[in-house]
């Protein structure tokens, strides 16, 4: 088990998690009788092995949470989470160094075709994403065009965008960020980044990137809704439409991607048991929403792996 994480209970989950142990193996159905009880205690308790599992770290607090319940009823699974990037988790998968792979991009995008072919997209929510500034920064909204001028160093000064004058310090992510992906996709569109334009820093989780905006006067940057924090930095609307998830739901609001858990097309039981728990009711009901994310069946749109978003 990796360092800091534990076999805790999470309490917001529903009582019937220990009903639902055996679920990769048992199905979800059942009347609740003795007999299927039974059943499910019995496949808790022959459930074993572990599972390795890489990637975005834009919803690792989630699957964290999740694991941790998954582990508090099968005693004889360990779960082993770490971040480094969409495209580290889809290189780990794809290689067979990690069980699972966590992206917030297809794998299309970032793995040969031959390879993407050969996993398994498992989608387990919906994430908004949106640009954030220093909570000194007076500035509340950005046309989806200024977006683009900022990130491509063609806007420098936020006098030019209706604030105080003052130097636009951008906060990117590292290369393989499926953050950055999805924000670059929606905002950049395809927008050429000069040479010439060094953002002020370059962060390889969404963790530091708080961190980063916090202590950078002048300050923007990008991150999923599940980090929002109105104590430590601002949240911009986009196009005059607030990032919520009711309006990344309509389809309102562009910046958003589905959270994927890639496995081998051949993953083995305990693989498949944990992923069938992440679509549970379990998690999809309530844990989902908890951790700042989107149950993928309020979505009213679909997007696909060109980024092209049309009616669900």
Same mark, same amino acid.
């Given at each position: 088990?990796?360092?800091?994480?534990?076999?805790?209970?999470?309490?917001?989950?529903?009582?019937?998690?220990?009903?639902?142990?055996?679920?990769?193996?048992?199905?979800?159905?059942?009347? !609740?009788?003795?007999?299927?009880?039974?059943?499910?205690?019995?496949?808790?308790?022959?459930?074993? !092995?572990?599972?390795?599992?890489? $990637?975005?770290?834009?919803?690792?607090?989630?699957?964290?949470?999740?694991?941790?319940?998954?582990?508090?009823?099968?005693?004889?699974?360990? @779960?082993?989470?770490?971040?480094?990037?969409?495209?580290?988790?889809?290189?780990?998968?794809?290689?067979?160094?990690?069980?699972? $792979?966590?992206?917030?991009?297809?794998?299309?995008?970032?793995?040969?075709?031959?390879?993407?072919?050969?996993?398994?997209?498992?989608?387990?929510?919906?994430?908004?994403?949106?640009?954030?500034?220093?909570?000194?920064?007076?500035?509340?909204?950005?046309?989806?065009?200024?977006?683009?001028?900022?990130?491509?160093?063609? @806007?420098?000064?936020?006098?030019?965008?209706?604030? &105080?004058?003052?130097?636009?310090?951008?906060?990117?992510?590292?290369?393989?960020?499926?953050?950055?992906?999805?924000?670059?996709?929606?905002?950049?569109?395809? #927008?050429?980044?000069?040479?010439?334009?060094?953002?002020?820093?370059?962060?390889?989780?969404?963790?530091?990137?708080?961190?980063?905006?916090?202590?950078?006067?002048?300050? @923007?940057?990008?991150?999923?809704?599940?980090?929002?924090?109105? #104590?430590?930095?601002?949240?911009?609307?986009?196009?005059?439409?607030?990032?919520?998830?009711?309006?990344?739901?309509?389809?309102?609001?562009?910046?958003?991607?589905?959270?994927?858990?890639?496995?081998?097309?051949? #993953?083995?039981?305990?693989?498949?048991?944990?992923?069938?728990?992440?679509?549970?009711?379990?998690?999809?009901?309530?844990?989902?929403?908890?951790?700042?994310?989107?149950?993928? &069946?309020?979505?009213?749109?679909?997007?696909?792996?060109? $980024?092209?978003?049309?009616?669900?």
């Amino acid at each position: 088990m990796s360092k800091g994480m534990s076999r805790r209970q999470f309490l917001g989950l529903s009582g019937g998690l220990a009903a639902f142990a055996g679920l990769g193996l048992v199905g979800c159905g059942g009347s !609740g009788s003795a007999s299927t009880a039974d059943a499910a205690s019995s496949a808790a308790a022959d459930l074993s !092995g572990s599972i390795t599992c890489s $990637g975005a770290t834009s919803f690792q607090p989630l699957v964290e949470d999740a694991a941790n319940a998954f582990m508090d009823v099968n005693a004889n699974v360990t @779960i082993t989470i770490s971040g480094g990037g969409s495209g580290q988790g889809l290189s780990d998968v794809k290689d067979g160094k990690a069980q699972i $792979g966590r992206s917030d991009i297809f794998a299309e995008e970032k793995l040969d075709a031959a390879d993407a072919a050969k996993l398994t997209d498992n989608q387990v929510a919906v994430v908004g994403m949106g640009p954030v500034v220093n909570s000194d920064v007076d500035v509340d909204d950005l046309t989806t065009e200024q977006l683009r001028g900022i990130f491509t160093g063609q @806007i420098t000064d936020w006098s030019q965008v209706g604030g &105080t004058a003052g130097p636009i310090q951008v906060i990117n992510r590292k290369a393989g960020s499926g953050t950055r992906a999805t924000f670059e996709s929606a905002v950049l569109a395809g #927008a050429t980044v000069p040479d010439s334009f060094k953002p002020v820093a370059e962060e390889d989780s969404s963790g530091t990137v708080v961190e980063k905006l916090q202590q950078t006067a002048g300050a @923007i940057s990008y991150l999923a809704f599940s980090y929002f924090d109105d #104590a430590k930095f601002k949240a911009l609307k986009v196009d005059g439409v607030e990032p919520k998830a009711e309006n990344v739901e309509s389809g309102d609001f562009k910046i958003w991607s589905y959270e994927h858990m890639y496995t081998a097309a051949d #993953a083995d039981d305990v693989t498949k048991a944990f992923i069938d728990y992440m679509l549970s009711d379990d998690v999809q009901g309530s844990l989902v929403e908890e951790k700042g994310f989107i149950p993928l &069946t309020g979505m009213k749109v679909k997007k696909d792996a060109s $980024g092209t978003i049309s009616a669900a």
